[in-house]
């Protein structure tokens, strides 16, 4: 039997995420000439979802359409997908950069005895297993590993590997059996999904363009600034561990060693004067500028670009700038 | 409720990165390793639960090289851990791939009782992430990551959490025994009294051989490169804030390309 390359479909709302998505391109990549790619999803909808996976150039997919796998532990998914790899006698194994991808493949290192690495930001084919190269220390570094043996499971990093073309191709579902799932793994219950806490817009970890809040906003009203810049350019608002140690926005908004890591395309830091425990959580962003009326302000430092001057007034002008520009 | 936390030494934040001598690591000559972001808000919350349910204990356990898992372990006794358990990984090899470490860690973990094993989401150095979930197969229990608002509902015997997921923070409910990926943060957590640190120095570490498992790493790291330096920013010269906002955009479109 060919060796194949598995790839792992995470649902919402019915449909194959985008994350799962950037997995079909580096399965490609990392299959060899004669390797079949194979889709994987899971849930009462996994037959309807299937199809998301034929659109995109996979027409065989293995289902495991057992509806206690909507909503149940990454356990139980990994126990599935383990089960569908053994099937289709997978070699490797590919997720989005999703919380449940991400710890979908720590399972499989064990269950499926697979090497295992996440963030992945590039994959290549080497002589008996896969080179990934990956982002550590937030961002300061970057490795090179190599990950050796039969079996190699893989989560990508969000964001880092482009959507692939359609290429319809006619849809060849299979079922997996899930009866053997030990009923402890489905134990735990899902009680629940409330909004995110943040403000509108896309969130930190998304988010294509931050903008960001620190101590210089001075208080909790004049952080709307903050938003209404954010709101400008479509992108989502951070804070500095000075505002929500203050209670000027929820500890959700920070940004640092011990808040969200982040990189987005551009990170705008507006009165923020660059701790090191901020710096760590966004200094691997691409684009950085910095606004601050301190110009020994140590952002400076990290920053791209810089503006030394009153926030009160450069960034209402930047805001309307953005709005005029952009039509908005 | 026996409490487990795994933690691994990390170099502390303000460390400056140099490249290693075989290129394939970080230098470790004069860095300090502190218990990492995560890690040390795993321990204040296995604190904080044994507080909340007397009778409880936690036992901290760390697969690293010596001396410095003995160093974090002694920290979180200084903190108010009961027990610590090393188990021994040499610098290169298996403490370098995750999966080899959570085996590791699960040779000490299933020697001993554990309700609730409580990991950081990850570490701040390798940011692989893949402990608690490598760990929960190995104990063949469920795992959680990304967990926040952890509590212990003692007359229903059950952990409630949330879980900070892509589609909003699920609500969970999950009996013990359970793996959790803490993503919490306290950005003050407990620090340690001076006596209780002068009685870490004293305190008991149980050394547990890592097995077979944990001493086959199945991935290596092959270079471990820094990005060239940031210069510093590029300073907008200007007259009036229109002026200032309108040459930053123009900037941001035409020559970095970050918005159309």
Known sequence: MTPNVLVFGELQDGHVVPASLEAIGVARTLAGASDQLVGFVAGARGESAAADFARFGIGRVLVADDPRLDSAPVGAVAHAVAAAARTSNARLVVAGGTTVGRDLVGRLAVRWEAAASTGVTEAAPVDGGVRVRRSVFGGRATETRRLDGERVALALRPHAFPAPTEAAVPLSAEKVATADIPAALFAPKRTGVKAPDRGAGPSLTDAAIIVSGGRGVRGPNEFRLVEDLAASLGAAVGASRAVTDAGWRPTSFQVGQTGKAVSPQLYVAVGISGAIQHIVGMVSSRVIVAINSDASAPIFKVADYGIVGDLFEIVPALTAEVRRVRGV | ?260
Not at chain 2, 14 to 35: I, S
Not at chain 2, 49 to 73: F, M, Q
Not at chain 2, 231 to 241: R, S
Request: net charge negative.
């Open chain 2, 1 to 260: 409720m026996e409490i487990v936390v795994c933690v691994k030494p990390v170099p502390e934040a303000e460390t400056r990165l140099r490249v290693g001598a075989d290129g394939t690591g970080f230098d470790t000559e004069g860095v300090k390793f502190v218990l990492a972001g995560y890690d040390e808000s795993a321990v204040e919350q296995a604190l904080l639960l044994k507080e909340a349910n007397p009778g409880s204990r936690v036992h901290v356990v760390s697969a690293g090289p010596s001396p410095r898992a003995d160093e974090v372990l002694r920290a979180s006794i200084a903190l108010g851990c009961d027990v610590a358990t090393h188990v021994d990984l040499p610098t290169t090899g298996a403490s370098t791939d995750p999966v080899a470490v959570a085996r590791a860690l699960a040779v000490a973990v299933a020697a001993a009782p554990h309700d609730l094993v409580i990991c950081g989401k990850q570490a701040g150095d390798d940011e692989a992430g893949l402990v608690a979930a490598a760990l929960g197969e190995l104990l063949g229990v469920p795992d959680f990551g990304y967990v926040v608002d952890l509590r212990y509902d003692a007359a229903r015997k059950l952990l409630t959490f949330e879980r900070s997921a892509e589609g909003g923070q699920e609500l969970w409910e999950a009996p013990l025994p359970c793996v959790i990926g803490l993503q919490q943060a306290w950005n003050d957590p407990r620090t340690a009294k001076l006596p209780a640190i002068l009685k870490s120095r004293k305190a008991p570490i149980a050394k547990v051989a890592p097995g077979a498992g944990g001493t086959t790493p199945s991935s290596r790291p092959e270079k471990f490169e820094l990005p060239p330096p940031r210069l510093g920013a590029k300073l907008i010269e200007f007259k009036t804030p229109q002026e200032a906002a309108q040459k930053l955009v123009r900037i941001l479109r035409e020559e970095a390309k970050v918005f159309p």
